[in-house]
C-alpha cells in the first residue's frame, strides 16, 4: 500500500486520480489521506468461503460501469476473478501488478494462488512487476525476454532519505544512542522477512561487540514469537521496538547498518531507502540484484549465521562515524537512482503517460 500511496501522491492528480477498492479489514489504508487528495475508497468483504464478495464486486463494477478507464490491479491471484468481472461492465483495460517473488509466506496459500494465478499468463492484461525477478516469477521467463512485461521499480522521493547529519545527533541524543553501534531493519514482522535469524545474527553480535543496539520498525502477526526469542537470547536491553513508523527517513539516519536477511523479496524498496540514507548493507541472496545502488552485501541465506556476524563485525570495524564519508555515498546513491530513472518523480511520469497514452 505503501507503494502505490507513493505514486498516487506524485502523480498529476489534474489528469489522472485514483480510487481505491480494497479489503474491509485492510491495514494501513491511508482512508484520510486520499479522501483529502479526491480519491474515493469502496470496500468489500475478502473472498473466501461464500459468495458474498462476488456478489459485492458484481454490484460495485455494475453500479460504476463506465466511470473508469482502467482497473490495476495488486492482488494477483484474485485476477481470475476481478478480471472477467470487470469486462462483464465494459472495463476492457486491466493491469496486473506483481510486488512479489514468492505466492504466500503459508504453504497452503501459496499452493492456492499458485493455481488461481495460471490463467493470467493467458489474459489479455498489461503485465507489471516491480522488479525482473517478480516479472519472471508471475509470467515466465519467456515474456520477460520478448519485453511483454512493464517493468516499473518501487521508487522512493529520494530526498526524504537524504543523509542529515543534524537529524542524526538529534535523534541519537534522545535516544540515548551516543556511542552505540547500532543495527537496523524495517519490516513487517512476518515469515517472509526472517526476523528469526536476524535476532540470531545480533544475539551473537552482541556477544563481541556489547555497545551493539538492534532498531526494529514494523509491526505484525509474528511480533510476540519473536519478542519472545529476544527474550529467550537475552539481548532485550539491546533491541529497541520502535512499531509501526511514518518518520523512517529520518530514523534510518540512527542506523549504521541495515540488516535485511528476507526469504524473499519481489524487489525490496526498503534497500533503496537504506542506501539512499548512506547506510552500509547486508542482504539474502533472495532479493533481487536490482535493488543494490553499490552499497551492499549480498550473503546466502543457506550459509551459518556466522558468516553474517563476521560481516556485522567487520562493519563495525571499520566504522569511525565518519559523517562526511557516509554523506558521499548517499549523495552518490542519488544519484545512482537518477541515473537509473527510478527516482518517485520519475517513475510517477512513466506510470502517468502509461495511464494517459493507452
Known amino acids: 500500500m505503501s507503494v502505490i500511496m507513493n505514486y498516487y501522491r506524485h502523480i498529476d492528480r489534474d489528469k489522472v486520480q485514483f480510487d481505491f477498492l480494497h479489503f474491509i479489514a485492510c491495514e494501513d489504508s491511508y482512508m484520510e489521506?486520499?479522501?483529502?487528495?479526491?480519491g474515493k475508497i469502496y470496500c468489500i468483504?475478502?473472498?473466501?468461503?461464500?459468495?458474498?464478495?462476488?456478489?459485492?464486486?458484481?454490484?460495485?463494477?455494475?453500479?460504476?460501469?463506465g466511470e473508469y478507464t482502467w482497473l490495476h490491479n495488486h492482488e494477483v491471484y484474485l485476477t481470475f476473478l476481478l478480471r472477467p468481472i470487470a469486462k462483464r461492465y465494459g472495463l476492457e483495460k486491466f493491469i496486473v501488478h506483481c510486488h512479489a517473488t514468492k505466492y504466500s509466506d503459508k504453504t497452503l496459500n501459496a499452493v492456492r494462488n499458485r493455481i488461481l494465478c495460471l490463467p493470467i499468463r493467458l489474459m489479455k492484461v498489461e503485465r507489471f512487476a516491480c522488479s525482473e525477478a517478480a516479472g519472471k516469477f508471475l509470467y515466465g521467463e519467456k515474456m520477460l525476454k520478448a519485453g511483454k512485461i512493464f517493468i516499473m521499480h518501487n521508487a522512493i522521493?529520494?530526498?526524504?532519505?537524504?543523509?542529515?547529519?543534524?537529524?542524526?545527533?538529534?535523534?541519537r541524543k534522545e535516544m540515548g544512542l551516543d556511542g552505540k553501534f547500532v543495527i537496523g531493519h524495517v519490516g513487517r514482522f512476518e515469515r517472509q522477512k526472517n526476523h528469526e535469524f536476524l535476532i540470531e545474527v545480533f544475539a551473537e553480535v552482541k556477544k563481541r561487540r556489547p555497545e551493539s543496539i538492534l532498531l526494529l520498525v514494523g509491526?505484525?502477526?509474528?511480533?510476540?514469537k519473536i519478542k519472545y526469542l529476544v527474550v529467550e537470547k537475552n539481548v532485550e536491553k539491546n533491541v529497541v521496538y520502535l512499531g509501526q513508523r511514518d518518520d523512517v527517513g529520518d530514523l534510518l539516519q540512527i542506523i549504521d547498518l541495515f540488516l535485511l536477511p528476507s526469504r524473499?523479496?519481489?524487489?525490496?524498496?526498503?534497500?533503496?531507502?537504506?542506501?539512499?540514507?548512506?547506510?552500509?548493507?547486508?542482504?539474502?541472496?533472495?532479493?533481487?540484484k536490482e535493488s543494490s545502488l553499490g552499497n551492499v552485501m549480498y550473503l546466502p541465506l543457506k550459509n551459518s549465521k556466522f558468516s553474517w556476524v563476521n560481516g556485522?563485525?567487520?562493519?563495525?570495524?571499520?566504522?569511525?562515524?565518519?559523517?562526511?564519508?557516509?554523506?558521499?555515498?548517499?549523495?552518490?546513491?542519488?544519484?545512482?537512482?537518477?541515473k537509473k530513472g527510478i527516482t518517485l518523480q520519475q517513475q510517477a511520469k512513466k506510470l502517468q503517460r502509461l495511464y494517459l497514452v493507452n
Not at 489521506?33 to 479526491?38: A, C, T, Y
Not at 475478502?46 to 460504476?64: C, D, E
Not at 524473499?264 to 533481487?288: D, H, R
Not at 565518519?322 to 549523495?331: F, M, T, Y
Open 312 to 338: 556485522a563485525l567487520k562493519k563495525i570495524k571499520t566504522f569511525d562515524n565518519d559523517l562526511l564519508s557516509r554523506s558521499i555515498v548517499s549523495d552518490n546513491a542519488i544519484q545512482k537512482m537518477n
Open 33 to 38: 489521506e486520499i479522501r483529502e487528495l479526491g
Open 157 to 171: 522521493d529520494c530526498e526524504k532519505f537524504r543523509f542529515r547529519p543534524e537529524v542524526r545527533e538529534r535523534l
Open 264 to 288: 524473499f523479496e519481489g524487489l525490496g524498496i526498503v534497500l533503496f531507502e537504506a542506501q539512499t540514507a548512506g547506510i552500509q548493507c547486508m542482504v539474502s541472496n533472495y532479493v533481487p
Open 45 to 65: 468483504d475478502k473472498p473466501g468461503s461464500s459468495f458474498q464478495s462476488i456478489k459485492q464486486l458484481n454490484s460495485f463494477f455494475r453500479l460504476h460501469a
Open 219 to 224: 509491526q505484525g502477526s509474528l511480533e510476540s
